[in-house]
């Protein structure tokens, strides 16, 4: 069973390929889309516990994407990525306000930086179900919904 549900939207193949490797071989069930309207469909169709978006894309930005996200699924962590330090200062605020995680992380990546920030977010995600919300102990049971 995984240890819980992630997509990761990026439009570049590479970026979304190396994201999905990384999760998988820690456990985690990973979808990928390539752009954010592909990302709605995807999140309107199954509850997702985390979502990785890059914050520069095509027709949607990921500040975009992530209101969009948060109405269909409140429940759902969206944290911000990008390779573009400049743009991200400039997001980061809108970004946090259209309810998006405070973690914004550089592309590229340190050395399991990935894994650390998704590791702690399901440990979070855990608490709320199991303390907040009185749901019972166990893997991803984030309706989103």
Not at 56 to 79: A, D, F, H, W, Y
Not at 99 to 114: F, S, T
Request: proline share 5%.
């Amino acid at each position: 069973m995984p240890k819980g549900k992630i997509l990761v939207v990026d439009d570049e193949q590479i970026v979304l390929t190396a994201f999905k490797i990384e999760l998988e071989q820690c456990g985690y069930e990973v979808k990928t889309a390539l752009n954010a309207k592909e990302a709605i469909t995807l999140a309107i169709k199954e509850p997702f516990d985390i979502i990785f978006t890059d914050l520069v894309m095509p027709e949607m930005n990921g500040t975009l994407l992530c209101r969009q996200i948060k109405k269909i699924s409140p429940k759902t962590e969206v944290v911000l990525f990008s390779g573009s330090p400049y743009e991200v200062d400039l997001q980061q605020d809108e970004f946090m306000q259209a309810g998006g995680r405070d973690e914004m992380l550089r592309k590229p990546l340190g050395e399991n930086v990935l894994v650390q920030v998704t590791a702690n977010l399901m440990k979070e995600l855990e608490y709320k179900r199991v303390f907040v919300q009185g749901g019972t102990h166990g893997p991803s049971k984030n309706s989103g919904r």
